[in-house]
Protein backbone atom coordinates (compact mmCIF):
# COMPACT_ATOMS: atom_id res chain seq x y z
CA UNK A 1 0.00 0.00 0.00
CA UNK A 2 1.34 3.40 -0.97
CA UNK A 3 -0.05 6.66 -0.30
CA UNK A 4 0.72 10.05 -1.53
CA UNK A 5 -0.25 13.14 0.43
CA UNK A 6 0.49 16.42 -0.54
CA UNK A 7 0.71 19.53 1.94
CA UNK A 8 1.05 23.49 1.24
CA UNK A 9 -1.77 24.75 -0.61
CA UNK A 10 -4.07 27.55 0.16
CA UNK A 11 -5.09 31.16 -0.28
CA UNK A 12 -2.67 33.81 -1.28
CA UNK A 13 -2.47 37.33 -3.11
CA UNK A 14 -1.39 37.62 -6.99
CA UNK A 15 2.99 37.76 -6.84
CA UNK A 16 3.24 36.44 -3.51
CA UNK A 17 4.64 31.94 -3.20
CA UNK A 18 3.39 29.37 -1.82
CA UNK A 19 5.63 25.65 -1.37
CA UNK A 20 3.78 22.61 -1.91
CA UNK A 21 4.80 19.26 -0.21
CA UNK A 22 4.10 15.15 -1.31
CA UNK A 23 5.47 12.94 1.11
CA UNK A 24 5.02 9.23 -0.04
CA UNK A 25 4.71 6.43 2.10
CA UNK A 26 4.26 2.65 2.20
CA UNK A 27 5.48 -0.12 0.64
CA UNK A 28 8.06 1.60 -1.55
CA UNK A 29 11.65 -0.09 -2.72
CA UNK A 30 12.48 2.75 -4.86
CA UNK A 31 10.91 5.73 -6.28
CA UNK A 32 11.35 7.12 -10.49
CA UNK A 33 10.02 10.11 -11.47
CA UNK A 34 7.58 12.59 -9.56
CA UNK A 35 5.63 15.50 -10.79
CA UNK A 36 3.06 18.26 -10.00
CA UNK A 37 -0.06 18.19 -12.37
CA UNK A 38 -3.25 21.29 -11.47
CA UNK A 39 -6.42 21.33 -12.47
CA UNK A 40 -8.47 24.50 -12.88
CA UNK A 41 -12.51 24.42 -13.03
CA UNK A 42 -13.33 23.42 -16.36
CA UNK A 43 -9.97 22.62 -17.61
CA UNK A 44 -8.17 19.61 -18.05
CA UNK A 45 -5.80 18.31 -15.94
CA UNK A 46 -1.35 19.27 -17.22
CA UNK A 47 1.68 18.91 -16.24
CA UNK A 48 3.18 21.54 -14.21
CA UNK A 49 6.63 20.36 -13.22
CA UNK A 50 8.83 17.17 -13.21
CA UNK A 51 11.62 15.64 -12.07
CA UNK A 52 13.63 12.32 -12.58
CA UNK A 53 15.24 10.13 -9.55
CA UNK A 54 18.49 11.92 -10.83
CA UNK A 55 17.30 15.46 -10.31
CA UNK A 56 16.50 16.56 -13.85
CA UNK A 57 13.68 18.55 -13.74
CA UNK A 58 12.07 20.19 -16.53
CA UNK A 59 8.42 22.68 -16.25
CA UNK A 60 5.46 23.79 -18.29
CA UNK A 61 6.11 26.69 -20.22
CA UNK A 62 3.65 28.85 -18.25
CA UNK A 63 5.51 28.06 -15.02
CA UNK A 64 9.30 28.52 -16.10
CA UNK A 65 11.03 30.72 -14.34
CA UNK A 66 8.52 30.96 -11.41
CA UNK A 67 7.95 27.42 -10.23
CA UNK A 68 10.76 25.00 -8.93
CA UNK A 69 10.58 21.78 -8.32
CA UNK A 70 12.58 19.82 -6.10
CA UNK A 71 13.52 16.32 -4.23
CA UNK A 72 14.72 14.88 -1.04
CA UNK A 73 15.26 11.19 -1.27
CA UNK A 74 15.78 10.47 1.06
CA UNK A 75 12.33 11.40 2.80
CA UNK A 76 10.36 10.45 -0.23
CA UNK A 77 9.39 13.70 -0.73
CA UNK A 78 8.92 15.98 -3.61
CA UNK A 79 8.25 20.04 -3.52
CA UNK A 80 6.95 22.77 -5.60
CA UNK A 81 7.94 26.16 -5.00
CA UNK A 82 6.02 28.58 -6.72
CA UNK A 83 6.49 32.39 -6.30
CA UNK A 84 5.18 35.26 -8.63
CA UNK A 85 1.89 33.48 -8.49
CA UNK A 86 -1.20 34.75 -11.42
CA UNK A 87 -4.41 34.17 -10.77
CA UNK A 88 -3.95 31.88 -13.93
CA UNK A 89 -2.51 29.47 -11.28
CA UNK A 90 -5.83 28.83 -9.61
CA UNK A 91 -5.78 25.32 -9.06
CA UNK A 92 -6.37 21.77 -7.67
CA UNK A 93 -2.44 20.63 -7.71
CA UNK A 94 -1.69 16.91 -7.81
CA UNK A 95 1.43 15.05 -6.75
CA UNK A 96 2.31 12.15 -9.11
CA UNK A 97 5.26 9.62 -8.38
CA UNK A 98 6.06 6.38 -10.30
CA UNK A 99 6.85 3.94 -7.55
CA UNK A 100 8.42 0.50 -7.32
CA UNK A 101 6.87 -1.72 -5.03
CA UNK A 102 9.52 -4.45 -5.36
CA UNK A 103 12.98 -4.44 -7.57
CA UNK A 104 10.50 -5.39 -10.89
CA UNK A 105 6.79 -3.50 -10.76
CA UNK A 106 6.42 0.38 -11.20
CA UNK A 107 3.39 1.46 -10.41
CA UNK A 108 1.77 5.35 -10.82
CA UNK A 109 0.00 6.73 -8.28
CA UNK A 110 -1.45 10.30 -7.07
CA UNK A 111 -2.16 12.43 -4.43
CA UNK A 112 -5.44 13.81 -3.00
CA UNK A 113 -4.72 17.16 -4.17
CA UNK A 114 -4.63 20.38 -2.93
CA UNK A 115 -6.09 23.75 -3.62
CA UNK A 116 -4.10 26.74 -4.71
CA UNK A 117 -6.31 29.94 -4.76
CA UNK A 118 -4.68 33.39 -5.84
CA UNK A 119 -6.00 36.22 -5.21
CA UNK A 120 -6.12 39.74 -6.50
Known amino acids: QVQLVESGGGLVQAGGSLRLSCAAS????????MGWYRQAPGKQRELVAS???????SYADSVKGRFTISRDNAKNTVYLQMSSLELEDTAVYYCNAEIFVSRWTRNNYWGQGTQVTVSS
Open 26 to 33: GSIFSIDA
Open 51 to 57: ITSGGST
